[in-house]
């Protein structure tokens, strides 16, 4: 019976009781148990015969040779190191005497019998096999086979030392053998598991062949020799075994002495000499079971690399072209630095270049040769990878090509290469990497085949149309340039070497970056084609600036336009072996940055930065936010690499500053907070480069910048990030003390480095903010408008071209739609308001004929500001006053800068429009004497351009949309009188329709004359502020203003307030100096003044004596003489001023009355008007006497407002409002403008009632003429008296019914049933309900 001497899980190491995954041991009878745990099947793989020995024959043995063991121990212990495994496990067998075997797992010998339990009754025939343990039987080798690596594992999972022991019989114990005893059996146990496993090799899976390569590792740690002996006798002994079974054993080979830190000498030279003999071999197994046998000898590289060494040498050297398993191992060599050791590393390299030198000969040998170009063009397992073997070849012939003198055997050889397959990738940067070794030392004869080869037609014809057929030879031809240049670039002087092709070679890379997809970045295409761009800036002769400048935006379209990160990855995820997209990306954007820096470098001026820069500005602005982010990026890394490399040089100023500036502020308030980033820490290194230039940085800072990395340092990935997904942000200890400028906010920022620029960058700055604002982004205008604001606000008062500015802001604001965008963009014009006025006043004018909402609105924000408003007038009136007369009238269509004179008109027209803007409300009344002597004077000058006037361009003038600038005159003098408060005298002017006389040049006189009169007899405030600016007009070299001041100065004359600014000698010295000017019409003028009744007080009493004659002259029967003399009547009553006609005054009264229901249109309308003077000339103490007179007049008037004539309408409204305003009523502005401007029966009605509430003591009197004009044979003047006795009765019914005689009634029922036919509907509606109240009344008043 067999059973361990100890529970399993207590002879268990610690870290083996973790992993112990089999079942535990029990009391069994079964001796198959041993069998199988300790003494395994050991079954021949290859075929061989084996036999079976039954465990009781096993066990007899060993009990007879027990005797024989302990007595001849010492004589063997020395010998037993010197045996073979198979021996020592033969001499472990024989030894043992006891029919039953005991494990102890900690090592300890067992004193405990076990019962014998009875065995089974298997058979077995024993077959002697001198090196290998006897077999058991077959079915325990098939139990075996179908076991788990388990079986490995419990033999791992005992404690070391493992002892088999002799255990004794039932009826007898066997004597414990000796210590020296117990080494010898577990060597020997140790050799049989060993052994055991090597044939275990041949049917192993691969989970079972990586577990006995760990533990046969394992067993070499701590047996080195042991293991090393058994696998190399294993190979010498089984000569027949399998190749499959030896290439296996050749894996565990490489690994076990790959573990190993030491290994012995004797072993070296076994092991070297057995793959040596394997490594040629051929098998079924092909390539695969060489490169086994090869890699065993890479191994044996870390203990012995002298003897590999040499034998590798003496193999390459024959003279014949070597096997590939040697070029295997060379290549393996070369590309894993891990096998070498630091100092055999280098060895190995110069070993390599001696090879190359000696292998020069070679190449003259017709056999070598070709069989080198077959090796390099063959196919491999795989097109996608290199073998060792032909990587290690393109970098041997680049070598040998190297070394070689001769140059036509050189080019002849490259030809050859570049005209094999440039299908595959690997082939064709090996085919690179040949040429690139080759121009090391070669230079003129790679380039001269290299570009016979890029001239050729495939190649050009691949680049141009990137067939996918082609593909290869555009890859291919890439490679071969970047591996050309970088090793052009590294050789000593490289700088001097002239290449004459550079310009197509740029033309090649930028047509091949041309034609890239726009949606995918799947290959490494772009990025080393900016490789190659870059190499190439170092060479000469320079770029060409065109080419540059098509390349850079070829280049950064091609890269900047690609679509986002995640929708790049989209794109790979169909495929079966996806690109790195990340990386790509990353590699792609650093050589961006790369080529970037290269630039500056070989050319490190301001204006090479500024050309750079200038390709950059417009995806700066891009409309999408991962443009914009990339090209900021770029920005932020170049100014980095500036600042800290210090290479740029700083003797001239910045190109441009302030148009980097303005761009890197604006994206400082960008919508994406990585771009807000990346262009504050960009603007920190400008800042830093500014201070550089200026010569500002302390010493310090110097010296801690030039401890940061380069770009060709290891630190370069400092230089640049590829990626797009994450802010990139300052860190604090990047920044030295005087860094503060990257803590700041964006707004701080850039105050800092605008008090910096000069005025002329400043002025570049605002610009760019000024064209931001024409963007299509919104988010761009409000960022360019806060930055403009930013900009004006703190440097806007020196600044120059401030007019162009004012303009290029007009035209972008028409486009903003943003309103806080739009009122930002206005505060500008606000700021710049402060000390730039005229400037800006000048540049809106040409943009102020017509006047619209924009414009309208910039005026506004010129004058927000109360001085601003006042002196945007005022210069606005000089530029008016600037009045050239132009050669012709036709020229009206010219821009105000062609033509000055349509400066004045743009000038009157912005006046005209500002007078109603709320900033400007407060200038115009300060302003108001100025501005109005300046439009009557542009007035005449606008007569004075259309004199003469033809009828075809008046007629034009009326068809045309815009008004004309006669009709703009006059509104802005109406407007000015309107909205400052002086609509007394507008309503003079208006209600007498004595507006259109300033239409005509010859009435120009009339009508500055009415309006000064009526200012004057309005008592206007501002007489005396007028006068005080007549004087200075008086002396204007201009006529038109001479003219307008004489004009107004003689009707001021008759007010009382002249005097309190002019005295009385005064006024007569300037009326007499204007006698000897030399317009006659102003001569005429100052006399007219100078015989004024001011100076005449003697005057009034011999006109006041000429009225009774006159007024004799009413009666008569000429109806023009008549005219004459009423209109004679009112110029006497206007001379007579403030004196007036006195006593006579009733007599004009009565007489005036009378004619006014007169049959003659002409005499009714002078009546009128001089009725109307004379309440004019009336004071409160005459009114007295003349109020029944006034009161009588009212109805009159009222009723002849609807007269057919319009000369009586006109004089009949502003009589009736001369003699309201004469008695006070109120509202009299409401009055005014019912009396100018409305029609109908609401107008109606409120005259009516007007009258009614003030005259409520004349009543009957009004009642009664309303009843007389019944009797009119104007049927308007019968309408509208019977509408006033309806309106009357209505309201009054009582007081009508009792004033009325049958008569009357009689009279009201006709007249009204007359009105029901009127043609007017409302009229009809009204006099059907007025006879139907006639009736009621009628009928109350008989009862």
Same mark, same amino acid.
């Given at each position: 019976?067999?059973?361990?001497?100890?529970?399993?899980?207590?002879?268990?190491?610690?870290?083996?009781?973790?992993?112990?995954?089999?079942?535990?041991?029990?009391?069994?009878?079964?001796?198959?148990?041993?069998?199988?745990?300790?003494?395994?099947?050991?079954?021949?793989?290859?075929?061989?015969?084996?036999?079976?020995?039954?465990?009781?024959?096993?066990?007899?043995?060993?009990?007879?040779?027990?005797?024989?063991?302990?007595?001849?121990?010492?004589?063997?212990?020395? %010998?037993?190191?010197?045996?073979?495994?198979?021996?020592?496990?033969?001499?472990?067998?024989?030894?043992?005497?006891?029919?039953?075997?005991?494990?102890?797992?900690?090592?300890?010998?067992?004193?405990?019998?076990?019962?014998?339990?009875?065995?089974?009754?298997?058979?077995?025939?024993?077959?002697?096999?001198?090196?290998?343990?006897?077999?058991?039987?077959?079915?325990?080798?098939?139990?075996?086979?179908?076991?788990?690596?388990?079986?490995?594992?419990?033999?791992?999972?005992?404690?070391?030392?493992?002892?088999?022991?002799?255990?004794?019989?039932?009826?007898?114990?066997?004597?414990?053998?000796?210590?020296?005893?117990?080494? &010898?059996?577990?060597?020997?146990?140790?050799?049989?598991?060993?052994?055991?496993?090597?044939?275990?090799?041949?049917?192993?899976?691969?989970?079972?062949?990586?577990?006995?390569?760990?533990?046969?590792?394992?067993?070499?740690?701590?047996?080195?020799?042991?293991?090393?002996?058994?696998?190399?006798?294993?190979?010498?002994?089984?000569?027949?075994?399998?190749?499959? +079974?030896?290439?296996?054993?050749?894996?565990?080979?490489?690994?076990?002495?790959?573990?190993?830190?030491?290994?012995?000498?004797?072993?070296?030279?076994?092991?070297?000499?057995?793959?040596?003999?394997?490594?040629?071999?051929?098998?079924?197994?092909?390539?695969?079971?060489?490169?086994?046998?090869?890699?065993?000898?890479?191994?044996?590289?870390?203990?012995?690399?002298?003897?590999?060494?040499?034998?590798?040498?003496?193999?390459?050297?024959?003279?014949?072209?070597?096997?590939?398993?040697?070029?295997?191992?060379?290549?393996?060599?070369?590309?894993?630095?891990?096998?070498?050791?630091?100092?055999?590393?280098?060895?190995?390299?110069?070993?390599?270049?001696?090879?190359?030198?000696?292998?020069?000969?070679?190449?003259?040998?017709?056999?070598?040769?070709?069989?080198?170009?077959?090796?390099?063009?063959?196919?491999?397992?795989?097109?996608?990878?290199?073998?060792?073997?032909?990587?290690?070849?393109?970098?041997?012939?680049?070598?040998?090509?190297?070394?070689?003198?001769?140059?036509?055997?050189?080019?002849?050889?490259?030809?050859?290469?570049?005209?094999?397959?440039?299908?595959?990738?690997?082939?064709?940067?090996?085919?690179?990497?040949?040429?690139?070794?080759?121009?090391?030392?070669?230079?003129?004869?790679?380039?001269?085949?290299?570009?016979?080869?890029?001239?050729?037609?495939?190649?050009?014809? /691949?680049?141009?149309?990137?067939?996918?057929?082609?593909?290869?030879?555009?890859?291919?031809?890439?490679?071969?340039?970047?591996?050309?240049?970088?090793?052009?670039?590294?050789?000593?002087? %490289?700088?001097?070497?002239?290449?004459?092709?550079?310009?197509?070679?740029?033309?090649?890379?930028?047509?091949?970056?041309?034609?890239?997809?726009?949606?995918? *970045?799947?290959?490494?295409?772009?990025?080393?084609?900016?490789?190659?761009?870059?190499?190439?800036?170092?060479?000469?002769?320079?770029?060409?600036?065109?080419?540059?400048?098509?390349?850079?935006?070829?280049?950064?379209?091609?890269?900047?336009?690609?679509?986002?990160?995640?929708?790049?990855?989209?794109?790979?995820?169909?495929? *079966?072996?996806?690109?790195?997209?990340?990386?790509?990306?990353?590699?792609?954007?650093?050589?961006?940055?790369?080529?970037?820096?290269?630039?500056?470098?070989?050319?490190?001026?301001?204006?090479?930065?500024?050309?750079?820069?200038?390709?950059?500005?417009?995806?700066?602005?891009?409309?999408?936010?991962?443009?914009?982010?990339?090209?900021?990026?770029?920005?932020?890394?170049?100014?980095? $690499?500036?600042?800290?490399?210090?290479?740029?040089?700083?003797?001239?100023?910045?190109?441009?500053?302030?148009?980097?500036?303005?761009?890197?502020?604006?994206?400082?308030?960008? /919508?994406?907070?990585?771009?807000?980033?990346?262009?504050?820490?960009?603007?920190?290194?400008?800042?830093?480069?500014?201070?550089?230039?200026?010569?500002?940085?302390?010493?310090?800072?110097?010296?801690?910048?030039?401890?940061?990395?380069?770009?060709?340092?290891?630190?370069?990935?400092?230089?640049?990030?590829?990626?797009?997904?994450?802010?990139?942000?300052?860190?604090?200890?990047?920044?030295?003390?005087?860094?503060?400028?990257?803590?700041?906010?964006?707004?701080?920022?850039?105050?800092?480095?605008?008090?910096?620029?000069?005025?002329?960058?400043?002025?570049?700055?605002?610009?760019?903010?000024?064209?931001?604002?024409?963007?299509?982004?919104?988010?761009?205008?409000?960022?360019?408008?806060?930055?403009?604001?930013?900009?004006?606000?703190?440097?806007?008062?020196?600044?120059?071209?401030?007019?162009?500015?004012?303009?290029?802001?007009?035209? +972008?604001?028409?486009?903003?739609?943003?309103?806080?965008?739009?009122?930002? @963009?206005?505060?500008?014009?606000?700021?710049?308001?402060?000390?730039?006025?005229?400037?800006?006043?000048?540049?809106?004018?040409?943009?102020?004929?017509?006047?619209?909402?924009?414009?309208?609105?910039?005026?506004?924000?010129?004058?927000?500001?109360?001085?601003?408003?006042?002196?945007?007038?005022?210069?606005?009136?000089?530029?008016?006053?600037?009045?050239?007369?132009?050669?012709?009238?036709?020229?009206?269509?010219?821009?105000?800068?062609?033509?000055?004179?349509?400066?004045?008109?743009?000038?009157?027209?912005?006046?005209?429009?500002?007078?109603?803007?709320?900033? $400007?409300?407060?200038?115009?009344?300060?302003?108001?004497?100025?501005?109005?002597?300046?439009?009557? @004077?542009?007035?005449?000058?606008?007569?004075?351009?259309?004199?003469?006037?033809?009828?075809?361009?008046?007629?034009?003038?009326?068809?045309?949309?815009?008004?004309?600038?006669?009709?703009?005159?006059?509104?802005?003098?109406?407007?000015?009188?309107?909205?400052?408060?002086?609509?007394?005298?507008?309503?003079?002017?208006?209600?007498?329709?004595?507006?259109?006389?300033?239409?005509?040049?010859?009435?120009?006189?009339?009508?500055?004359? *009415?309006?000064?009169?009526?200012?004057?007899?309005?008592?206007?405030?501002?007489?005396?502020?007028?006068?005080?600016?007549?004087?200075?007009?008086?002396?204007?070299?201009?006529?038109?203003?001479?003219?307008?001041?004489?004009?107004?100065?003689?009707?001021?004359?008759?007010?009382?307030?002249?005097?309190?600014?002019?005295?009385?000698?005064?006024?007569?010295?300037?009326?007499?100096? /204007?006698?000897?000017?030399?317009?006659?019409?102003?001569?005429? @003028?100052?006399?007219?003044?100078?015989?004024?009744?001011?100076?005449?007080?003697?005057?009034?009493?011999?006109?006041?004596?000429?009225?009774? %004659? $006159?007024?004799?002259?009413?009666?008569?029967?000429?109806?023009?003489?008549?005219?004459?003399?009423?209109?004679?009547?009112?110029?006497?009553? +206007?001379?007579?001023?403030?004196?007036?006609?006195?006593?006579?005054?009733?007599?004009?009264?009565?007489?005036?009355?009378?004619?006014?229901?007169?049959? =003659?249109?002409?005499?009714?309308?002078?009546?009128?008007?001089?009725?109307?003077?004379?309440?004019?000339?009336?004071?409160?103490?005459?009114?007295?006497?003349?109020?029944?007179?006034?009161?009588?007049?009212?109805?009159?008037?009222?009723?002849?407002?609807?007269?057919?004539?319009?000369?009586?309408?006109?004089?009949?409204?502003?009589?009736?409002?001369?003699?309201?305003?004469?008695?006070?009523?109120?509202?009299?502005?409401?009055? &005014?403008?019912?009396?100018?401007?409305?029609?109908?029966?609401?107008?109606?009605?409120?005259?009516?009632?007007?009258?009614?509430?003030?005259?409520?003591?004349?009543?009957?009197?009004?009642?009664?003429?309303?009843?007389?004009?019944?009797?009119?044979?104007?049927?308007?003047?019968?309408?509208?008296?019977?509408?006033?006795?309806?309106?009357?009765?209505?309201?009054?019914?009582?007081?009508?019914?009792?004033?009325?005689?049958?008569?009357?009634?009689?009279?009201?029922?006709?007249?009204?049933?007359?009105?029901?036919?009127?043609?007017?509907?409302?009229?009809?509606?009204?006099?059907?309900?007025?006879?139907?109240?006639?009736?009621?009344?009628?009928? =109350?008043?008989?009862?």
């Amino acid at each position: 019976m067999i059973r361990p001497s100890t529970s399993h899980r207590e002879c268990l190491r610690p870290e083996d009781q973790e992993t112990d995954m089999r079942p535990h041991w029990g009391h069994t009878s079964s001796t198959r148990m041993l069998t199988q745990a300790h003494v395994p099947n050991l079954p021949s793989s290859d075929g061989a015969g084996s036999t079976s020995l039954s465990l009781e024959g096993c066990c007899r043995h060993w009990s007879h040779c027990d005797l024989r063991v302990r007595s001849g121990h010492q004589r063997r212990a020395s %010998a037993q190191d010197r045996a073979s495994p198979s021996v020592r496990i033969g001499l472990a067998i024989g030894t043992c005497g006891s029919p039953a075997l005991s494990l102890n797992m900690d090592g300890q010998q067992s004193n405990r019998s076990h019962s014998r339990s009875s065995t089974d009754g298997t058979s077995s025939a024993l077959s002697h096999n001198p090196r290998i343990l006897s077999h058991v039987s077959v079915s325990t080798k098939e139990s075996l086979c179908t076991k788990e690596p388990q079986d490995y594992a419990s033999l791992d999972r005992q404690s070391h030392p493992a002892t088999i022991m002799l255990c004794s019989s039932k009826s007898s114990q066997a004597s414990l053998v000796s210590k020296e005893h117990q080494l &010898f059996m577990e060597e020997a146990y140790n050799s049989a598991i060993c052994f055991k496993m090597l044939q275990d090799i041949a049917t192993s899976d691969p989970l079972q062949l990586k577990y006995i390569t760990k533990k046969l590792k394992k067993m070499a740690q701590r047996t080195p020799n042991l293991v090393m002996e058994t696998i190399h006798d294993y190979f010498k002994d089984n000569a027949e075994i399998s190749s499959r +079974h030896r290439f296996r054993l050749f894996q565990v080979l490489q690994a076990v002495i790959g573990a190993l830190d030491v290994l012995e000498e004797i072993w070296q030279r076994n092991f070297m000499q057995l793959a040596l003999e394997h490594m040629t071999k051929s098998t079924e197994l092909d390539d695969i079971y060489q490169d086994a046998a090869s890699n065993v000898l890479l191994a044996l590289c870390r203990h012995s690399w002298p003897a590999v060494a040499k034998h590798l040498e003496t193999e390459l050297l024959t003279g014949v072209f070597p096997h590939r398993s040697l070029l295997f191992v060379m290549g393996v060599l070369s590309s894993q630095e891990e096998l070498l050791k630091k100092e055999d590393r280098e060895s190995w390299k110069e070993l390599l270049s001696q090879m190359a030198r000696k292998s020069v000969p070679f190449l003259n040998t017709d056999v070598w040769s070709k069989e080198l170009l077959w090796s390099l063009t063959k196919s491999s397992r795989t097109q996608q990878e290199h073998t060792p073997e032909k990587a290690f070849l393109f970098t041997y012939y680049g070598l040998i090509l190297q070394a070689e003198e001769d140059s036509s055997n050189i080019r002849t050889h490259l030809k050859t290469l570049l005209e094999t397959s440039h299908q595959w990738p690997k082939q064709r940067e090996g085919i690179a990497l040949t040429v690139g070794l080759v121009a090391v030392r070669h230079l003129d004869d790679a380039w001269a085949i290299l570009e016979q080869f890029g001239r050729s037609t495939p190649i050009k014809w /691949s680049l141009q149309n990137l067939s996918l057929k082609d593909e290869t030879l555009k890859q291919s031809f890439l490679t071969a340039i970047m591996m050309l240049v970088g090793a052009i670039s590294r050789s000593e002087g %490289a700088h001097s070497y002239e290449f004459s092709q550079t310009s197509e070679l740029l033309e090649c890379l930028t047509t091949l970056m041309e034609k890239e997809p726009q949606d995918t *970045l799947l290959t490494s295409i772009r990025q080393q084609a900016i490789h190659i761009v870059a190499s190439l800036s170092a060479l000469r002769p320079p770029m060409d600036v065109d080419k540059k400048s098509r390349l850079l935006s070829v280049c950064f379209r091609s890269i900047f336009a690609l679509p986002l990160l995640d929708a790049l990855e989209k794109h790979s995820c169909l495929f *079966l072996e996806p690109p790195n997209i990340q990386g790509l990306y990353s590699q792609t954007m650093e050589a961006v940055d790369h080529m970037l820096q290269c630039f500056m470098m070989q050319n490190p001026t301001v204006n090479e930065l500024y050309f750079l820069l200038s390709h950059l500005y417009v995806w700066l602005a891009s409309e999408k936010a991962h443009e914009r982010q990339r090209a900021v990026h770029r920005c932020m890394i170049l100014f980095k $690499f500036l600042h800290c490399k210090r290479c740029l040089e700083t003797k001239e100023n910045f190109r441009r500053m302030g148009q980097l500036v303005a761009m890197l502020g604006i994206l400082c308030q960008d /919508s994406d907070r990585t771009i807000q980033c990346l262009s504050l820490e960009a603007m920190g290194h400008l800042y830093q480069l500014l201070m550089q230039q200026k010569a500002e940085v302390p010493e310090m800072e110097r010296e801690t910048r030039q401890e940061l990395a380069l770009p060709d340092a290891p630190g370069a990935a400092f230089w640049s990030s590829g990626d797009q997904r994450g802010a990139l942000l300052i860190p604090q200890d990047m920044a030295s003390k005087n860094d503060s400028i990257f803590f700041m906010s964006s707004n701080q920022a850039t105050k800092e480095i605008m008090s910096h620029l000069a005025m002329t960058e400043l002025t570049d700055l605002i610009w760019t903010a000024i064209d931001g604002l024409g963007s299509t982004s919104s988010s761009w205008v409000q960022a360019a408008a806060d930055l403009l604001s930013l900009a004006i606000q703190e440097h806007g008062d020196n600044l120059a071209t401030v007019g162009k500015m004012g303009q290029a802001i007009h035209h +972008h604001l028409c486009a903003i739609q943003m309103p806080q965008a739009k009122e930002s @963009a206005l505060h500008v014009i606000t700021l710049l308001a402060r000390n730039h006025i005229p400037e800006l006043v000048a540049a809106f004018l040409d943009f102020s004929t017509p006047l619209d909402s924009h414009s309208f609105r910039l005026w506004r924000a010129l004058g927000a500001e109360e001085p601003a408003s006042h002196l945007v007038l005022t210069v606005l009136m000089a530029w008016m006053q600037k009045r050239p007369l132009p050669s012709s009238a036709s020229d009206s269509s010219a821009c105000p800068v062609e033509k000055p004179h349509l400066r004045s008109l743009a000038a009157m027209n912005t006046i005209h429009e500002l007078q109603f803007a709320r900033e $400007f409300k407060k200038a115009v009344r300060d302003t108001f004497p100025q501005l109005f002597l300046a439009l009557l @004077a542009q007035m005449h000058y606008i007569m004075e351009l259309n004199q003469p006037t033809e009828p075809e361009q008046e007629q034009k003038a009326q068809e045309s949309a815009m008004p004309s600038p006669q009709s703009t005159s006059l509104e802005a003098l109406k407007s000015l009188l309107s909205t400052t408060g002086h609509w007394h005298d507008f309503a003079h002017l208006e209600l007498q329709s004595a507006w259109e006389h300033f239409t005509s040049i010859h009435t120009y006189p009339q009508a500055v004359g *009415l309006l000064a009169r009526a200012m004057v007899q309005n008592h206007c405030k501002e007489i005396k502020a007028i006068v005080s600016y007549l004087l200075p007009s008086l002396q204007s070299q201009q006529e038109r203003e001479r003219k307008t001041a004489i004009l107004v100065l003689i009707e001021f004359l008759y007010s009382p307030a002249l005097l309190e600014v002019l005295s009385k000698q005064a006024a007569l010295t300037v009326l007499a100096q /204007s006698l000897q000017d030399t317009c006659s019409e102003i001569r005429v @003028a100052s006399l007219q003044g100078l015989g004024n009744i001011l100076f005449h007080t003697e005057k009034g009493t011999l006109l006041r004596g000429q009225l009774p %004659a $006159f007024l004799n002259g009413f009666f008569q029967n000429n109806e023009a003489v008549v005219v004459g003399i009423m209109g004679l009547v009112s110029d006497i009553l +206007h001379r007579l001023g403030t004196e007036g006609a006195g006593a006579q005054s009733l007599s004009i009264a009565i007489n005036a009355r009378y004619f006014f229901d007169d049959e =003659r249109d002409n005499i009714r309308a002078a009546a009128m008007a001089l009725f109307g003077d004379l309440v004019a000339t009336m004071t409160d103490r005459e009114l007295t006497g003349l109020r029944s007179q006034v009161c009588q007049s009212m109805v009159p008037l009222l009723l002849y407002l609807k007269d057919q004539c319009p000369a009586v309408v006109t004089q009949a409204k502003f009589a009736f409002y001369r003699c309201a305003v004469l008695l006070r009523w109120q509202p009299r502005h409401t009055l &005014f403008c019912t009396l100018a401007w409305e029609t109908g029966l609401s107008a109606r009605h409120f005259l009516w009632t007007c009258l009614m509430t003030h005259s409520e003591k004349e009543f009957s009197i009004h009642l009664s003429q309303a009843i007389n004009y019944l009797h009119s044979h104007h049927r308007h003047i019968k309408t509208w008296a019977a509408l006033f006795i309806g309106y009357t009765t209505c309201y009054q019914p009582q007081a009508v019914t009792q004033m009325v005689n049958d008569m009357d009634t009689k009279l009201l029922f006709s007249t009204f049933k007359d009105l029901k036919k009127d043609p007017e509907p409302a009229i009809r509606e009204f006099a059907t309900r007025q006879l139907e109240f006639l009736r009621e009344v009628s009928a =109350r008043s008989k009862k």
